[in-house]
């Protein structure tokens, strides 16, 4: 254990800053398995989802000077991380049907990652959110987003209509969205939402 690793993460931005490689590679440590993850979500491509990390953090370390004194560090890298994946996915490498809302709120987040947010707690509350919706919708939508299935493949194995489907998918995020507004950004709901 490093003694970077007791460093609050503003201690280890203000070293980062300083061009110090402990506080990098102890910022790195704490936070690429979670950026992966979380681009791993959206894209399902372990070698694509990597080679983004890498180059979130490159730009960290050449651009460190960059980062607000203060600032809530670790939304920083979670809207990098978003913000590189909806990249990968506009440049074609990858096609997802809710792409277009994901691009929407590409902006919003880039606005927002100062504010202070407890993630796991809004990952928590979306769950919560989801085990409650009516059964068939519920059903309809964790085959949508959970098991990354079209809405075609959904129709064919429920044996519904696909515009069933696209509108069961759709209520179902108006009801959590409207559930959840009061304790996150429509940004990092939709993260949420997007997560296994």
């Avoid at 201690?11 to 791993?40: M, S, W």
């Avoid at 978003?82 to 074609?92: C, D, E, H, P, T």
């Avoid at 969205?177 to 990092?188: A, P």
């Amino acid at each position: 254990m490093s003694a970077y690793s007791t460093y609050h993460d503003d201690e280890l931005v203000a070293l980062l800053k300083q061009g110090d490689h402990g506080a990098f590679t102890e910022i790195y440590e704490r936070y690429a398995p979670k950026l992966y993850y979380q681009i791993n979500q959206l894209l399902r491509d372990g070698d694509a989802s990597q080679d983004l990390v890498q180059d979130i953090f490159i730009a960290i370390w050449n651009k460190a000077h960059n980062i607000k004194a203060g600032a809530n560090f670790a939304g920083y890298l979670y809207v990098a991380a978003q913000n590189s994946a909806i990249k990968f996915m506009r440049k074609g490498h990858l096609h997802i049907d809710y792409l277009d809302s994901l691009a929407e709120l590409e902006e919003n987040l880039s606005e927002e990652y100062g504010k202070d947010y407890d993630v796991e707690v809004l990952y928590e509350l979306i769950e919560k959110e989801i085990s409650n919706l009516p059964a068939k919708m519920k059903a309809i939508f964790e085959l949508s987003r959970q098991g990354n299935l079209s809405y075609k493949d959904i129709a064919e194995q429920l044996d519904i209509a696909e515009n069933t489907v696209r509108k069961q998918v759709s209520n179902a995020l108006k009801i959590i969205r409207g559930n959840v507004h009061k304790y996150g950004t429509s940004g990092l709901i939709m993260i949420a939402l997007m997560r296994n």
